[in-house]
């Protein structure tokens, strides 16, 4: 009787151990409809999240140190954008409140980018990367000597959008600097993908290029190379359409992206083609899908709104390509026009001519209404992946603490996403094909590339990371127009954020929780140049000069 005794007390002691020991969730999400786009699964769940990872999606009832309702709610993986360069407070504010759980620069990308990555550590409300930049490549090697460059941008230093987007400013007026224009001699060639091929060494998610502000600098040539030294990574290279815009014409938009298609065929390299928003947009999505369907690793963007934004000076602008594109300056809802948020007016030609002169870094719009009908295509379509375009606060920087009231930029910055599901709402869109093509599809494409981060992102899975977005799927909404003071409006119907397991939007209340952490690739020891020369092309395609 006494062993029986013993024996009983001591597994009474090791069951109450047990239960002593077990500690309830960090957070837990109640009742929410749970909706991952990997496995399609959709169902009302509760979930458990313990050092920011999703340990249990579960029927059954869970405890949390901190817990949201999330009855009548959507339980969506975080939105991934990849096409955003506003890294600054009050921009960052405004893309939280937008969905977005994930920042990456993959388009302009940036220089020196172990400083780049350090300069944000521990300070970002969101997960940060960044691509190498063709751009700044090709500025170090037409233009390290000139003084005005010196001026602007400081080459021991991170150069990223800010420094890119002066730069523009200069080139487009004064023919200063070279890098946008000037074409590459097969040493040049080499100068840059050395530098792009180090940067992929530190790190950097594959190479982002600005081709489109570049398009009569860029030989095909070195196109193929820069695609090619990404490629000798496995990764990505983001490629901002080189005839833009082309709303009109048949040929230039097709044309442009055939080049960097054919280049990442032939490579197998990973290839995103942002800006596939003008004619002929259809047929690259359907050869993109044709590619996925054999196995290879190509995506296009869109932004749902028929007006772009840039610096005044960009070449595209110019009369000789804006109104080529079937476009005309002043306000006008059939051609277009070129709107100045700051001052809130549209420019006449001579106007515009004029302003570009004076300020040639100064931020516009330039609408292009021949957009207006393909948005909702746009939304509707499997695996075109929704990606903003977001830019900083234009002029003095804006603090954390501002009011939304106060951002100055393109509304696609605060309302890409909310705008997304407002569309896809009112056109009978599936829900889980606006989750898919704004979170899982972006992870997906860098995960393929094998960058580890982004596998266990995009998903609502257990044992993914904890970046989530908890959204009413009736109210989800834009707030953000064109007008000025009202283009930071923060999208509505998103209550609760997470980022990494840590509450960042809490009751639509951004809180000031740097919990973002950097998306990148391991550093590696040695890069992989490898320089191009004639006789070594020569060597390897000797019957071709017969």
């Not at 000139?146 to 890119?164: A, C, H, R």
């Not at 050869?287 to 610096?311: F, I």
Request: charged share 20%; hydrophobic share 40%.
């Amino acid at each position: 009787m006494q062993i029986k005794s013993f024996i009983a007390l001591a597994i009474l002691s090791l069951t109450c151990s047990a239960g002593c020991i077990a500690q309830p969730y960090d957070i837990v999400i109640l009742n929410g409809r749970v909706m991952d786009p990997e496995t399609n699964f959709d169902g009302v769940r509760n979930v458990g999240i313990k050092d920011g990872i999703i340990v249990s999606i579960t029927e059954s009832n869970i405890e949390g140190i901190n817990t949201i309702n999330a009855s009548g709610l959507v339980v969506s993986p975080g939105f991934i954008d990849y096409h955003w360069h506003g890294l600054e407070p009050l921009a960052s504010k405004i893309a939280l409140r937008d969905g977005v759980t994930t920042a990456l620069d993959l388009e302009a990308g940036a220089l020196n980018v172990d400083l780049w990555y350090a300069e944000r550590e521990g300070r970002q409300l969101y997960n940060y990367g960044t691509t190498a930049s063709h751009a700044a490549a090709r500025m170090l090697v037409h233009d390290a000597d000139d003084l005005e460059v010196q001026t602007i941008v400081d080459l021991s230093k991170p150069i990223s959008f800010f420094e890119i987007q002066a730069l523009i400013g200069v080139a487009g007026v004064k023919g200063v600097p070279g890098w946008s224009a000037t074409k590459s001699n097969l040493e040049q060639v080499n100068a840059i993908t050395e530098k792009l091929d180090e940067e992929l060494r530190q790190g950097a998610l594959g190479i982002g290029s600005l081709v489109g502000y570049m398009r009569s600098g860029v030989t095909t040539l070195e196109m193929l190379l820069v695609q090619e030294a990404a490629a000798h990574y496995g990764r990505t290279t983001a490629v901002h359409a080189r005839f833009y815009p082309s709303a009109l014409t048949p040929i230039e938009h097709p044309t442009g992206f055939n080049e960097v298609f054919t280049n990442a065929w032939m490579l197998d390299a990973p290839l995103l083609y942002l800006h596939n928003v003008d004619y002929g947009w259809w047929e690259i999505e359907e050869k993109l899908a044709v590619a996925r369907d054999r196995g290879l690793n190509m995506y296009g963007e869109q932004y749902p709104y028929d007006a772009g934004s840039t610096v005044i000076s960009a070449e595209f602008l110019l009369p000789s390509v804006y109104e080529a594109g079937g476009n005309e300056y002043g306000e006008s809802d059939e051609t277009g026009g070129i709107y100045d948020p700051a001052s809130d007016v549209f420019y006449t030609r001579e106007e515009f001519l004029k302003k570009r002169q004076e300020e040639p870094g100064r931020i516009v719009f330039a609408y292009f209404s021949i957009r207006k009908p393909w948005i909702e295509h746009w939304v509707a379509t499997d695996g075109m992946l929704i990606g903003s375009d977001g830019i900083p606060h234009a002029g003095e920087p804006a603090s954390f603490d501002e009011p939304f009231e106060t951002y100055a930029g393109h509304p696609r910055s605060a309302g890409t996403r909310g705008k997304s599901f407002r569309i896809a709402r009112a056109n009978g869109v599936p829900l889980m094909r606006v989750i898919a093509n704004a979170a899982y599809y972006p992870a997906k494409h860098l995960g393929d590339a094998g960058l580890e981060a982004m596998q266990k992102r995009g998903r609502m899975q257990e044992g993914m990371v904890a970046d989530i977005v908890v959204f009413d799927p009736e109210t989800i909404t834009d707030n953000a127009t064109y007008k000025n003071g009202e283009q930071g409006l923060p999208t509505t119907g998103i209550p609760y954020i997470l980022v990494n397991g840590q509450i960042v939007v809490k009751d639509s209340t951004v809180l000031e929780v740097h919990a973002g952490q950097p998306i990148r690739y391991p550093e590696e020891e040695q890069g992989r140049f490898e320089p191009i020369s004639e006789s070594n092309w020569l060597k390897q395609f000797p019957d071709t000069m017969r």
